[in-house]
């Protein structure tokens, strides 16, 4: 392990970028395991609070069930790539939720959390949910990685409880109904590593939060965590740090104008940016738009990342996931139809290509040339 990423690996401030001679796909997705509103009783109970729901699909955000994610895994299941493996999905995980019973006895003053492998909070029922993610990643469909402790910035988040200001009201009306924050209505709670009234966290304070997560991340999974995505992608060099400093060897990035190579940073991390928006969810989705995004991947070398939250398969309070669904196998089914040398892989697959330039197939192992260049690095990932 490590041979050829230690050999790019640099310490003058220089970046080492990845081709690959085969048409890749990885699709990645977000916030699996981050309660949102519970069910169409906390959606009522919002309701009659005076928050007017509807306007916006994270309005009917909640947590995927049992059969959203079964339903998920039997359609990865028939996506088979040249070597036979099923299509995967990398599912970023929020390993822990607000406790919000033990924050009311501090008279919301104090954030308190429940982990995910002590189960969901309060009225929060998902039978068989646990089970489901597990089945998957038994299957090969499914891929956990590190999204975070929480979503949101706890410094943030305290701070405005601790007022007795409009948005201390908010955060109190949506804890009594267990819905720990809508945040297109109040993008003030920040991101994970991020406070929007003071930047990024000091070095420690990220450390100490991801340190924290990757033991519960383990305790959920029984396993480490190889790749991790920073909460709205907010991260900055401490941030890379910190995941390397715990054992994570894949940074994931968002996805902008321009179609980024993977690379490596100074930390040694390989970071992958996305590639293809895929969010039906959010808004309609040409799917022959995205397999030419995808294509124009292909073309350069690079792997077609595909960005798909987890709100798209949702369906407790709407119906996310069948629309989705059905794009989903389109997309895939036309990727493999005009691409018969595909490869789906996750993310620690691709770490494993850009070290030995092999693949693990269903029958035997796949050969993958790696073509990695040097350059000045501008600037760190963010």
Not at 156 to 161: F, G, P, Q
Not at 202 to 207: F, G, H, I
Not at 291 to 307: D, N, Y
């Amino acid at each position: 392990m490590l041979n050829f990423i230690n050999r790019f690996r640099r310490v003058d401030g220089s970046a080492s970028t990845f081709s690959f001679s085969r048409s890749l796909v990885v699709l990645q997705s977000d916030d699996w395991g981050r309660i949102g509103i519970r069910d169409r009783g906390g959606y009522e109970e919002l309701q009659a609070s005076g928050i007017q729901l509807g306007e916006h699909p994270y309005d009917s955000y909640s947590l995927e069930t049992s059969d959203d994610v079964l339903a998920v895994k039997d359609v990865l299941k028939r996506h088979r790539d040249c070597t036979g493996r099923s299509a995967c999905m990398v599912m970023n995980f929020v390993v822990a939720n607000v406790d919000f019973s033990q924050s009311a006895l501090s008279g919301f003053r104090r954030i308190h959390l429940k982990y995910l492998y002590e189960g969901l909070p309060g009225k929060w029922l998902r039978p068989g949910l646990f089970e489901a993610y597990r089945d998957g990643i038994a299957d090969g469909v499914f891929y956990p990685a590190l999204h975070g402790l929480t979503h949101f910035c706890h410094r943030a988040v305290e701070r405005s409880l601790r007022c007795a200001d409009e948005r201390g009201q908010l955060l109190q009306k949506l804890w009594r109904a267990e819905t720990p924050y809508i945040y297109w209505r109040m993008p003030w709670v920040g991101y994970e590593y991020c406070n929007p009234g003071g930047g990024f966290l000091r070095k420690n304070v990220q450390a100490a939060l991801i340190c924290e997560a990757a033991e519960a991340f383990k305790k959920v999974f029984f396993t480490s965590a190889v790749s991790a995505c920073a909460p709205g992608y907010r991260s900055n060099a401490d941030t890379h740090r910190s995941w390397a400093e715990c054992g994570i060897r894949v940074a994931q990035n968002g996805s902008g104008a321009r179609i980024a190579p993977p690379h490596l940073d100074e930390w040694g991390l390989l970071n992958l940016y996305r590639t293809v928006d895929f969010e039906p969810a959010q808004r309609a989705v040409s799917v022959k738009a995205c397999v030419q995004r995808a294509e124009r991947c292909f073309e350069r070398g690079l792997p077609a990342v595909v960005s798909i939250h987890s709100i798209n398969f949702h369906s407790t309070l709407k119906d996310f996931r069948g629309p989705t669904l059905r794009a989903l196998d389109q997309f895939l089914s036309a990727l493999e139809a005009k691409h018969p040398d595909l490869l789906y892989v996750n993310d620690g697959d691709l770490y494993e290509i850009v070290d030995s330039g092999r693949l693990n197939g269903s029958r035997a192992p796949v050969s993958v040339t790696v073509r990695g260049k040097t350059k000045a690095m501008n600037q760190r990932a963010s």
